[in-house]
């Protein structure tokens, strides 16, 4: 598993972003009114999931429209049930 995901998934503020991604595609304005943060930081936030392919982009018109990109979260979390999870428990 790439170490990019591990760390771009290891910040509570992008976690938050992802959670909301889950909801539906959303515009970096849109992300940013859940947060205290200046739009600069999110922005940074949603590069680090972009350069972690966790999140995709597409402009439309004037906005970039963020989506979760579920293949590569779907290989992350299958990854971690397969180290950590999921496993039959003989207590």
């Not at 590569?72 to 003989?90: K, N, P, T, V």
Request: proline share 2%; net charge negative.
């Amino acid at each position: 598993m790439n170490e990019s995901v591990f760390k771009a998934m290891s910040d509570a503020t992008r976690r938050k972003i992802i959670e909301l991604l889950k909801e539906g595609p959303k515009t970096a304005g849109e992300i940013a009114d859940h947060f205290t943060h200046a739009q600069p930081t999110i922005s940074r936030h949603l590069t680090v999931l972009k350069n972690a392919n966790l999140v995709v982009d597409q402009r439309e018109g004037t906005f970039i429209i963020y989506r979760l990109n579920t293949t590569i979260l779907q290989e992350w979390l299958a990854w971690l049930l397969e180290r950590f999870g999921g496993g039959d428990s003989d207590e």
